[in-house]
């Protein structure tokens, strides 16, 4: 429970000074993070929240994990972390190592190269450069080198330099706020508003109606529907000279409303982007690390083949992605930045990685999912006037309420209850726990949501 008001009366103070100096809508607590452990997550005021949010899912271990703080007890960590190199040109002598030790160990089937970057909406905006790249290189027939027209008027911001390609999104989408990232972000109009953007082609992303096993057949026209939509987005764009070079896609939308789509529409997803010559990118920013079970939500749809790109951050503690060889870009500096990524996050994802193979922890994330669905579709059925639309993979789990001040007030009890949730898309809370989220951690969350349940 929590022991003040939530936000209590000194994350009121600290925000009204940090509002003197910056924007600060979007703060919601000052974090205690030195006393912070595990699941739990303790605020300035002292009260004690189970976090099953963490960082909008981004904590692979919870709070103050021994395993991550005996890191410091080398000094060859710490001299790394003092001194970060530009890892695009002066990468220390290890890199590759730690990088075969670490995100390579994890690396989804098939996809053995890779770029780091230092947050998701890098990876993604330097993804998406690797599909124009990789689709100009294939135009070419393979030549490598530019025409002198194509080096003049690129610099100008022309054809032939500079192509009319286009990427097709959806509708419900969260890719990143960057320029090009957020020409396929379509989940909030905050994220957009007065800011320039491109006319990309938006799909609609199915909307299913829970539970599944009642709406098989809603389920499936949805599916074709939007794959019917996609393929005449494609071609339409492509006969305006608005080439179609990828296709951007989350396994499961985030921000947008949890909303998720069957393994047979991402297999004939993948399918159409093959019959017409586009890339699939997977943006597995927010579900990859493990809490849908399996490293890499993708894996659960038993695709034909890999996908050419994945792109992650958050549980992966770094950011960048994964490619196909043939998305690799063929001369230096045409995907760089100075950091490229950092290296003491990849140290921390090098033991990461062991405590999740040590611990189980994916199928802890199987297990406690189970409890955390089992328990949620019951309070649906005790509650349907509150919540509905129970779904999610692992621990990867949402539900909606009746309206967006319901939900909102679902999450605020649920502070006062000692439980820190999320929202996301107009009505739906959203749950984004660490791995170490065990079996009983989700019955007590269950048990605190039907509190506030019987309350509303």
Not at 80 to 96: E, K, M, S, V, Y
Not at 403 to 423: C, E, M, V
Not at 439 to 449: D, G, N
């Amino acid at each position: 429970m929590a022991t003040t008001t939530v936000p209590g009366p000194v994350t009121q103070q600290k925000l009204e000074e940090l509002s003197e100096i910056q924007e600060s809508g979007a703060v919601s607590l000052f974090v205690n993070y030195e006393q912070s452990l595990g699941n739990y997550m303790l605020d300035v005021d002292g009260n004690r929240f189970l976090d099953v949010y963490t960082q909008i899912s981004s904590l692979p271990l919870g709070y103050n994990h021994p395993d991550l703080l005996a890191l410091l007890d080398d000094p060859v960590n710490i001299k790394l972390f003092i001194n970060r190199p530009a890892l695009g040109t002066f990468p220390g002598h290890d890199w590759t190592d730690r990088l075969r030790s670490s995100l390579l160990q994890v690396a989804p089937t098939g996809l053995n190269n890779l770029c780091t970057m230092s947050c998701g909406s890098c990876s993604n905006e330097n993804a998406y450069k690797a599909i124009y790249m990789w689709y100009r290189t294939k135009e070419r027939g393979g030549r490598l080198e530019f025409t002198e027209e194509e080096l003049q008027t690129c610099m100008v911001n022309q054809t032939p330099g500079c192509p009319t390609y286009t990427l097709l999104s959806f509708k419900g989408a969260f890719h990143g706020r960057t320029m090009g990232c957020l020409a396929t972000t379509h989940s909030k109009a905050i994220h957009k508003i007065d800011i320039p953007s491109l006319d990309w082609p938006i799909a609609d992303f199915p909307k299913y109606m829970y539970p599944l096993e009642e709406h098989t057949t809603h389920n499936e026209h949805e599916d074709n529907r939007c794959l019917e939509q996609v393929e005449s987005l494609i071609h339409t764009y492509n006969k305006a000279g608005n080439t179609v070079a990828g296709i951007v896609i989350e396994p499961i939308q985030s921000e947008g409303g949890d909303n998720h789509a069957s393994p047979q529409f991402f297999q004939r997803l993948q399918q159409l982007a093959k019959t017409t010559g586009t890339a699939l990118l997977i943006d597995e920013v927010q579900t990859g690390g493990g809490p849908t079970g399996k490293m890499w939500c993708h894996e659960h749809f038993n695709l034909q083949e890999p996908p050419d790109i994945v792109t992650f951050s958050k549980k992966m503690l770094t950011g960048g992605y994964y490619c196909k060889k043939e998305f690799r870009p063929n001369q230096g500096y045409r995907i760089y930045n100075t950091w490229m990524g950092d290296p003491s996050k990849v140290v921390m994802l090098q033991e990461v990685i062991k405590v999740i193979e040590r611990d189980n922890l994916l199928h802890m994330a199987t297990q406690s999912g189970d409890v955390l669905f089992k328990g949620l579709r019951t309070l649906d059925q005790k509650f349907p006037q509150h919540i509905n639309s129970v779904r999610g993979r692992g621990t990867f789990v949402a539900f909606d309420a009746g309206n967006t001040a319901k939900r909102d007030a679902i999450i605020g009890r649920l502070k006062l209850q000692g439980i820190h949730a999320g929202g996301c898309g107009d009505k739906s809370v959203r749950l984004r726990p660490s791995l170490i989220f065990q079996p009983h951690h989700a019955h007590i969350f269950v048990e605190k949501l039907e509190t506030v349940l019987n309350t509303l």
